[in-house]
């Protein structure tokens, strides 16, 4: 579903803010660090113990820029976590929606763009009942993992709206 940043590349972020920070001053970062680098895309135990270390010994005792990048670095992990959790049925549904308005298998991919293609050609009126439940559907999914908190989601949830 993400397409940048990748999951890897969050994490090689927060490993690089994680080493900028004084070892001296919060010695679980070695530790954390450590399970960053074991880190897979099933492991929310792992994550939400880092995510507890930045809460409770970063976030409190930063100021300044590096307060800043843990609050940064907490909420990427929180995406992460949602990614890992919701993505793959996500996308499922989205493809199963893809094909059913485009008449055609493949991959999501593939599908997206030639979605873009239909409608830019006005092959595919954007007045057409599919095509706004589509969209719609696939921007909520979207929003409940990146923005589960946002209040145009919320709002939308509150009015009916599917999650997916």
Do not use: W
């Not at 940048?4 to 994490?11: A, G, V, Y």
């Amino acid at each position: 579903m993400r397409s940048e940043p990748t999951i890897d590349e969050l994490i090689i972020s927060i490993k690089n803010f994680l080493e900028s920070l004084n070892i001296e001053i919060f010695p679980d970062i070695k530790k954390n660090i450590k399970i960053l680098n074991e880190i897979n895309e099933i492991d929310d135990l792992k994550i939400n113990e880092i995510i507890d270390f930045i809460n409770n010994d970063l976030i409190n005792n930063l100021s300044g820029h590096d307060r800043f990048y843990a609050f940064v670095a907490r909420n990427s992990l929180q995406i992460i976590q949602r990614e890992i959790n919701l993505a793959n049925d996500y996308e499922e549904k989205e493809i199963i929606r893809l094909e059913k308005l485009l008449k055609k298998k493949g991959n999501i991919k593939d599908l997206n763009k030639l979605l873009c293609e239909k409608i830019s050609n006005k092959e595919i009126n954007r007045d057409n009942n599919d095509l706004k439940d589509h969209l719609v559907r696939t921007t909520m999914a979207k929003l409940s993992i990146d923005q589960p908190n946002y209040s145009g989601y919320l709002k939308a949830i509150k009015d009916g709206y599917s999650r997916d």
